[in-house]
């Protein structure tokens, strides 16, 4: 039974439809709702039909904590988050039609969701109740085009065109207060069941990391006053504290790009502020550099980018740009494959790798670059392979750029890397994990970068320059095809 909402005398209720934009601040499509003066009804749909891509494990163990912090936060603004599940264009229409509310605002999204919102757009109006949409969860609109109008796939141009826009908006302030609706029938978060219990997998990551928009923060804050020094320089070492470590906080919203932005470019000004000043008092101030928050901007462009391939290609993550590589030769091979999961293929530094991502939903970007070599090009293994299994063991399984970074990797997608580029996991190691700290943190049988002992653990799975020389020949039979990339 649902029970009639209760409304603040006769105005209508505004709804605001939570997506991946999990946070009060910096969301438009709450403040304008609260800016109307109506009362605001909160909602989060869990919408699992084929339409959009179900969440992974790691992403739903996420989402519970994020939903969690996010009805709290509401709470004390005198709101409540409402539940529902099922497909959004009828749960959304749905209540909009019970609570009698004439407005539904959400800030866009890309590729698939898009679709659904504008079929729900449609459904809604033929309710009689408006709809209104915002930008909020990228920079810059896809698409972005070059001079002819076509939408830019090589990254380099893109991200300077996006630039050549204009500054970001600033980003907004959360609501003082927010007018609830009362009695509006909810589900049950814990019904869902979206974390694990028998058995509970995600210890080590729940003692990880701090989910919601006050995590977001508090992460954003710590990567400022800390690894953001020496940014350019340290981001590629697996065995430094030299990301920022937000991926899974901008996958779910919980801090918008705008904040990030902003943020980082009010870090940078303060910084060479305060080296002019101390420098010209004979001193030296350890403080990032313009280079370095050039860099990381570069990484949220990057994002920006991949958005756009999503944009254009709703189902990338099983299509690939480039269809050459629709008649490559892949190697299905169950048992290499799994040994490639377990990180148990006897090369450190992917092995450590993979079990990094399995015990905190996370790794090293730089170390997600290797992993990914090695199972496309070493084990010659589908990229998509790969994709599925780290959206469903990445708390940052972004629909944008999870499958984006498998094609660049695999050298089908958007500005990919050439195929022939095979690292050398032996290299990699001994260039970004100098001294096997990395390693021995995820690995601990492993001596070192190279030496080994335990009878534990494998011999190297493969030969890396014969996994090199049958990477190149098995490129060689599409080389000689029209390319055909897809935009």
Known sequence: MVEKPEKAGSAAPALVWFRDDLRLADHPALAEAVKTGRPVICLYVLDETPALRPLGAAARWWLAGSLRA????????????????????????????????????????????????????????RQGVSVATFQANVLHEPPVPGKGGKPLMVFTPFWRTAQAR??????????????????????DLAGWRLEPT?????????????????????????????????????????????????????RFGEVSPFQVWHSTQLAADVATHVATHVATHGGRAQRPRAADAE????????????????????????????????????????????????????????????RQLWRTGWMHNRVRMVVASFLVKHLLIDWREGE???????????????????????????????????????I?????????????AFVPEARDAGGLFGRSYPAPMVDHQAARERALEAFATIKSSPAGRTD
């Open 70 to 125: 996010l009805s709290a936060a509401l709470a004390k603004h005198d709101a409540a988050l409402v539940l529902r599940r099922g497909p959004a264009i009828e749960s959304v229409a749905k209540l909009a039609k019970e609570s009698g509310a004439t407005t539904v605002h959400w800030n866009r999204r890309y590729g698939p969701g898009a679709t659904v919102d504008a079929a729900l757009e449609q459904k809604l109006e």
């Open 166 to 187: 204009g500054a970001p908006r600033a980003p907004m302030p959360a609501p003082r207060r927010i007018q609830g609706v009362k009695g509006v029938a909810s589900d």
């Open 198 to 250: 028998a058995p509970d997998w995600a210890a080590e990551m729940r003692g990880t990391w701090v989910r919601g928009e006050a995590g977001a923060q508090q992460r954003l804050g710590e990567f400022l006053d800390g690894e953001l020094t020496g940014y350019a320089t340290r981001r590629d070492r697996p065995d430094l504290p030299g990301t920022s470590r937000l991926s899974p906080h901008l």
């Open 295 to 354: 860099k990381f901007l570069s990484e949220i462009g990057w994002r920006e980018f991949c958005y756009q391939s999503l944009h254009l290609n709703p189902d990338f993550h099983i299509r690939n740009l480039d269809r050459r590589f629709d008649r490559f030769p892949w190697r299905k091979d169950r048992k290499a494959l799994r040994a490639w999961q377990k990180g148990m293929t006897g090369y450190p530094i992917v092995d450590a790798g993979m």
């Open 388 to 426: 599925a299994w780290f959206w469903d063991t990445l708390v940052d399984a972004d629909p944008a750029n999870n499958p984006a970074s498998w094609q660049w990797v695999a050298g089908c997608g958007a500005d990919a890397a050439p195929y022939f580029r095979v690292f050398n996991p032996a």
């Open 428 to 440: 990699q190691a001994e260039k970004f994990d100098p001294d096997g700290d990395y390693v021995r």
